[in-house]
Each structure stands twice: as structure tokens, then as C-alpha cells.
């Protein structure tokens, strides 16, 4: 288990070590699981250590708050990847395009034009999840999960998007096992190889269900203040 008393560092080493625990009971590879440390709302200060200690995968919600720390700290070590796993507007998708390296959450038609407009002007070919909405809830963004397979096609055929897998983030008062099962059936379905799913709840549940990238926060970093953002990371 990992505590808010250990820095990011000590916390790296545990949830890794819980990720190859997981993997391994299922007789799958650890190599093929990526962590994606979520450092929204947390300054470079805080992020440091976890690039000194090696990890190199980080997501970010907000475009802006990346905009103001991420080039940077790409300076000190350039091999890192940099994941979008926010709500992307269209208008956003120029800089969301010029920043980041992988895109995590495409989930209508406007998003996956805007995406493959800019990345044919920027000559950059970004890997793209689609967000699915598994738990179909209003107020949570992504495709709904009876449009997916078409969504898939249509990003591919109409679009020539770089789709490489799915997304989900599955209701709080829901088992999320349930959900990442349907997303892994649904990424068989359409021919996708990669899951991005489990968070510091539950990612051990979704590396045992076939996970090739988790997202993991509070549990890297430790809870954030009461005056950031509560959405479950």
C-alpha cells in the first residue's frame, strides 16, 4: 500500500511493484502494462522525483496547466511521453496536438476532425483512444458505448486517425470490473490492442483484465488539497 507520508519516489516503486504482482497472477507480461502517473494539479516540484527515479509516462487533464510546466520539464528528460486524458475542446486540439504525445480521450466526431486536421498541418501522428462511456452517465464525457464500434470505423476510414485502443473511466459506485470486461470485449470487436483503464482505486483489477495502460494519481502523489479537483484519479 502506498501512504500520503511516502514522496513520489518511495510510492513509484510500490505501485509498480503492485502492477507486476497483478500481471503476473494472470500470467501476463508487466512489461506490457504502462503507468501513466497523473500529475494534474501537481507542480514540477512535486513531479521531479518520479522523472529522477525513471518514470517517464505522465497524463494531464488540462491543457493549459500542461502548457505551463511540461516543456520544461521535457528539457530534463526529453524521452518522456506526455498522455491527454482530460475532455478535449476543438479548439484546443492545436495545442493539444503541438504538446502532448498520446490522446486519450476522443469521443466524438467534432474531436477526432479537429485531431486529424492538426495532426496532418503539424506533420505529428498522435496514438488515439477512444473514450467510451461505459456507465453511460450524463454528465461524464465519452462515446456512448452502443455507437462505439461505427465511432471506431468512422475514425479510421473517414477521419485516417491513429487509433490504437479504448478508454474508460467507470462509475465510482459501480464495480469496475464489470466495465473494464465490456471494454475489453469491445476493443476485441474492433480490432484494438490497447485498454486505458484502472486508476489508484482499482488498477490492479484492470491489469488482471487486460490493462495496457493505467492511470494512476492520488496514489503516486498522495491526496490532493480539499481545494483541488475530487473527480476520482
Not at 453511460?136 to 464525457?141: D, L, V, W
Not at 452502443?146 to 491513429?162: I, M, R, S
Not at 492511470?215 to 503516486?220: D, K, N, Q, W, Y
Request: aromatic fraction near 4%.
Amino acid at each position: 500500500m502506498t501512504s500520503d507520508s511516502n514522496g513520489p519516489a518511495q510510492n513509484l516503486e510500490s505501485v509498480l511493484q503492485q502492477i507486476k504482482s497483478a500481471a503476473r497472477a494472470v500470467s501476463r507480461d508487466p512489461a506490457g502494462v504502462t503507468l501513466i502517473a497523473v500529475s494534474k494539479t501537481h507542480d514540477a516540484e512535486r513531479i521531479a522525483p518520479l522523472i529522477a527515479a525513471g518514470q517517464r509516462a505522465f497524463g494531464e487533464n488540462r491543457i493549459q496547466e500542461a502548457q505551463a510546466k511540461w516543456p520544461a520539464l521535457k528539457t530534463i528528460a526529453p524521452d518522456i511521453v506526455l498522455h491527454l486524458i482530460g475532455p478535449l475542446q476543438s479548439n484546443k486540439a492545436a495545442d493539444a496536438v503541438a504538446l502532448f504525445d498520446v490522446i486519450h480521450t476522443v469521443d466524438r466526431p467534432r474531436i477526432a476532425e479537429a485531431l486529424a486536421s492538426e495532426m496532418a498541418r503539424q506533420n505529428r501522428r498522435l496514438p488515439c483512444f477512444i473514450q467510451v462511456n461505459t456507465g453511460r452517465e450524463p454528465q461524464k464525457a465519452g462515446i456512448d458505448p452502443h455507437a462505439a464500434e461505427q465511432f471506431v470505423k468512422d475514425c479510421v476510414a473517414t477521419w485516417n486517425l491513429p487509433v490504437v485502443g479504448l478508454m474508460c473511466i467507470p462509475p465510482v459506485e459501480e464495480r469496475a470490473a464489470v466495465h473494464f470486461g465490456f471494454l475489453k470485449d469491445l476493443a476485441r470487436r474492433t480490432g484494438l490492442s490497447q485498454l486505458s483503464m484502472g486508476m489508484s482505486a482499482d488498477f490492479e483489477t484492470a491489469v488482471r483484465l487486460g490493462a495496457t495502460h493505467v492511470r494512476v494519481g492520488s496514489a503516486l502523489f498522495g491526496a490532493r488539497p480539499a481545494s483541488a479537483e475530487t473527480k476520482r484519479n
